[in-house]
């Protein structure tokens, strides 16, 4: 079984879908003969010819709103946003229309389609191409909002999202396309949306994040670990609808709560699930709620967007304050 | 210096301001007088339906509702052209076009009466077209993404979407026109140009000489008609969806006409436009011409028109019962169709509004 990226698992995901639907189409900007800008939908032009794999006007806005119009009419359209700083056009699309159609026509017409969106920084991208918006989206009611976090989890979760009869938003993490491969069997077996995965068992201090931050968060579990302290690592996975009981779950065991996210700090999604726990756990809690996140500055260009992510550092040191305050 | 291109947009109309026929090759439906009766009893239908809404509105039984006043030669032209299989993509005041396909006075009143089972239209052809758009033009690109599904499916269907002349403006109806231009959609797009964007006259709308011409840059067959004559929407239609239906592209229709009414019935037009320019508007309003047209063929006289207004007015008066009989949608609605299963997280918020409503009664 060979050994794939989390961005060969989103073409492997979508050539597998496309071959067993012919409902599934991809659309956006250079995805046809150039398959993605970051070679997401390679090689499926030449599989499902131009009318499946359709290579749009340059304007996200049309994007965004034929996508709707082919959902409506029972496509199953795959629609990319070229990057996450590009998607601001989409959103009265998505928002107006995708979230909205199926209960604002009583479930006459519904909208089953999925914009994929590279997403977030660390790559070194010019401006406007490393933004981490997915809390502008989880306030939005009628959208699923899901983020991966490995090749296996992009397969899996990519093929649910395309199934979903309801709109998905999935933020793809660039800085995690390529940074490893792992086996991913190519067996069209989808992963459950709607559920958080527990990806390490602790005792001590639960880590709550999603997307590329999962990386510094197991590292930081790791470093932890060094010091004696057992950090259970949970990947949120889909931000909405939210699976609660998973972190509570964990919080009441621990009794410690980091989360950490990218995107800034104020009303980014960290504050929905500190609240959370601020209504439902306050009791189990043992310290403060920590988050560890973007700051509330437009990301900076490159030479200093490592200064803005989230740290493995960062995340060491906040779990270590939450065990200080008992 | 060469000329990379020219253009030039063709007005259509067969009947004048006061129902004088101008051009002898009328079009195959209209040499039909039966047909033409019957769109006119349609047309009228749609007007007694439209001052039904607006006193619902002011005795309280609707919220702001949106008059299609003098837009009845348009919309009617447009529906009538459409086959059933077509999808039509509309803004919020195409009722003739709408009642046309199969749309329901009491479910226009439902969805101007707070209930979104307005949208849920029960009756084929409606039941697969599209719900009334608010955000202005963004309607314009599910009619292209439909005409795209259409395309890679191979049906021969037309998607149609309705906009104003404000919605001209907009980068949703560019962008529909765009890439029904640039992939060969079936797709029609019809701007009933009434003048008025709210408060802003056309003048200020574009400097554009005609909105049609928009289509022009697109690629598309473009043409302007008079919009109170619906013998020229209705033959601008046909031909337009012929083309798309034959794999010739998509057009764009620029139907001239006149909003007589406010905005809403949250506006007051009289703020920012003169009496005359109503009155002389009123002089060559739809209905008129077509009746003139008509009495002179021997088809329609005084007493045809009082009864067919009084049938209307049964009609509508059984609808508006139909509308107010309705009970209000149980409190678990607003969670129902949010997503197709509701989320168990979700769940949690619906129970809770279940206890509140129970504690409330």
């Known amino acids: 079984m060979a050994q794939i990226t989390l961005i060969e698992a989103v073409t492997q995901a979508l050539a597998y879908e496309m071959a067993h639907d012919d409902s599934?189409?991809?659309?956006?900007?250079?995805?046809?003969?150039?398959?993605?800008?970051?070679?997401?939908?390679?090689?499926?032009?030449?599989?499902?010819?131009?009318?499946?794999?359709?290579?749009?006007?340059?304007?996200?806005?049309?994007?965004?709103?034929?996508?709707?119009?082919?959902?409506?009419?029972?496509?199953?359209?795959?629609?990319?946003?070229?990057?996450?700083?590009?998607?601001?056009?989409?959103?009265?699309q998505i928002?107006?229309?995708?979230?909205?159609?199926?209960?604002?026509?009583?479930?006459?017409?519904?909208?089953?389609a999925v914009w994929r969106a590279p997403w977030g920084g660390g790559i070194r991208a010019p401006e406007h191409h490393s933004e981490a918006n997915e809390h502008l989206f989880t306030n939005i009611p009628g959208l699923r909002v899901v983020m991966p976090s490995s090749p296996a989890r992009a397969y899996g979760l990519l093929l649910a999202a395309i199934r979903d009869p309801d709109p998905v938003m999935f933020f793809e993490p660039k800085r995690i396309y390529r940074q490893y491969k792992e086996e991913v069997p190519d067996d069209g077996e989808a992963l459950p949306l709607d559920v958080c995965f527990v990806l390490r068992d602790g005792t001590d201090v639960t880590i709550v994040t999603w997307g590329a931050q999962v990386k510094e968060a197991l590292e930081a579990a790791d470093a932890l670990a060094e010091e004696g302290i057992s950090a259970e690592v949970i990947d949120v996975a889909t931000l909405t609808p939210l699976d609660f009981d998973t972190i509570a779950e964990s919080v009441q065991k621990?009794?410690?709560?980091?989360?950490?996210?990218?995107?800034?700090?104020?009303?980014?999604?960290?504050?929905?699930?500190?609240?959370?726990?601020?209504?439902?756990?306050?009791?189990?809690?043992?310290?403060?709620?920590?988050?560890?996140?973007?700051?509330?500055?437009?990301?900076?260009?490159?030479?200093?967007?490592?200064?803005?992510?989230?740290?493995?550092e960062r995340v060491v040191e906040a779990a270590k304050k939450a065990l200080a305050a008992s | 210096m060469s000329i990379a291109a020219k253009f030039e947009i063709e007005y259509l109309q067969y009947l004048d301001a006061e129902g004088k026929q101008v051009r002898d090759d009328l079009p195959e439906?209209?040499?039909?007088?039966?047909?033409?009766?019957?769109?006119?009893?349609?047309?009228?239908?749609?007007?007694v339906f439209d001052a039904k809404s607006v006193a619902l509105q002011r005795t309280g039984k609707l919220g702001t509702y949106a008059s299609c006043l003098g837009h009845e030669a348009a919309h009617v032209g447009v529906g009538s052209a459409m086959k059933p299989e077509d999808v039509l993509a509309p803004s919020y005041r195409e009722y003739g076009a709408q009642l046309y396909r199969g749309v329901q006075p009491r479910e226009v009143y439902m969805y101007w009466g707070g209930d979104e089972r307005g949208n849920d239209y029960q009756n084929e052809p409606a039941r697969h077209d599209f719900a009334w758009s608010v955000p202005i033009a963004t309607q314009c690109l599910h009619a292209a993404g439909s005409a795209l599904?259409?395309?890679?499916?191979?049906?021969?269907?037309?998607?149609?979407?309705?906009?104003?002349?404000?919605?001209?403006?907009?980068?949703?109806?560019?962008?529909?026109?765009?890439?029904?231009?640039?992939?060969?959609?079936?797709?029609?797009?019809?701007?009933?140009?009434?003048?008025?964007?709210?408060?802003?006259?056309?003048?200020?709308?574009?400097?554009?000489?005609?909105?049609?011409?928009?289509?022009?840059?697109?690629?598309?067959?473009?043409?302007?008609?008079?919009?109170?004559?619906?013998?020229?929407?209705?033959?601008?239609?046909?031909?337009?969806?012929?083309?798309?239906?034959?794999?010739?592209?998509?057009?764009?229709?620029?139907?001239?006409?006149?909003?007589?009414?406010?905005?809403?019935?949250?506006?007051?037009?009289?703020?920012?436009?003169?009496?005359?320019?109503?009155?002389?508007?009123?002089?060559?309003?739809?209905?008129?011409?077509?009746?003139?047209?008509?009495?002179?063929?021997?088809?329609?006289?005084?007493?045809?028109?009082?009864?067919?207004?009084?049938?209307?007015?049964?009609?509508?008066?059984?609808?508006?019962?139909?509308?107010?009989?309705?009970?209000?949608?149980?409190?678990?609605?607003?969670?129902?169709?949010?997503?197709?299963?509701?989320?168990?997280?979700?769940?949690?918020?619906?129970?809770?509004?279940?206890?509140?409503?129970?504690?409330?009664?």
């Open chain 1, 254 to 312: 621990t009794g410690r709560c980091v989360i950490v996210h990218e995107a800034p700090k104020t009303a980014g999604f960290g504050a929905e699930i500190a609240a959370r726990l601020a209504e439902e756990c306050m009791y189990d809690l043992l310290a403060p709620v920590e988050r560890v996140t973007g700051f509330d500055t437009h990301i900076p260009l490159f030479r200093l967007e490592m200064k803005y992510l989230p740290s493995t």
């Open chain 2, 149 to 361: 599904a259409f395309k890679i499916r191979n049906e021969k269907r037309v998607a149609v979407c309705m906009i104003g002349d404000g919605g001209s403006s907009k980068g949703d109806f560019y962008g529909a026109i765009n890439i029904t231009g640039a992939q060969n959609l079936p797709m029609v797009a019809v701007i009933v140009n009434n003048q008025w964007a709210i408060s802003v006259p056309r003048k200020i709308q574009s400097g554009a000489p005609t909105l049609a011409q928009k289509g022009i840059a697109a690629g598309l067959f473009s043409i302007q008609v008079d919009g109170n004559d619906i013998i020229a929407v209705r033959k601008a239609m046909e031909d337009a969806l012929d083309r798309a239906r034959n794999g010739e592209g998509g057009s764009v229709i620029e139907a001239v006409t006149y909003r007589l009414s406010d905005h809403t019935t949250a506006d007051d037009a009289r703020r920012y436009r003169g009496e005359q320019e109503v009155k002389d508007a009123w002089a060559k309003e739809p209905m008129v011409r077509l009746r003139n047209w008509l009495v002179a063929k021997g088809v329609w006289d005084d007493a045809k028109e009082e009864a067919w207004k009084a049938e209307c007015d049964d009609w509508m008066d059984n609808e508006v019962n139909a509308y107010l009989e309705t009970k209000t949608q149980p409190v678990t609605a607003m969670f129902d169709y949010t997503f197709a299963e509701v989320p168990a997280d979700l769940a949690k918020q619906r129970d809770l509004v279940i206890s509140l409503d129970k504690k409330a009664h």
């Open chain 2, 29 to 47: 439906f209209a040499k039909d007088l039966n047909h033409m009766v019957e769109l006119y009893k349609l047309m009228l239908s749609t007007r």
């Open chain 1, 95 to 112: 928002a107006c229309h995708a979230a909205r159609l199926r209960n604002r026509t009583r479930g006459r017409i519904t909208v089953p």
């Open chain 1, 24 to 92: 599934v189409v991809v659309l956006g900007e250079d995805v046809g003969v150039n398959g993605g800008v970051f070679r997401a939908t390679q090689g499926l032009q030449e599989k499902f010819g131009e009318l499946r794999v359709l290579d749009t006007p340059l304007d996200e806005t049309t994007i965004a709103g034929v996508t709707v119009g082919l959902a409506a009419q029972g496509m199953k359209p795959v629609a990319e946003a070229q990057f996450e700083g590009f998607i601001y056009p989409m959103m009265e």
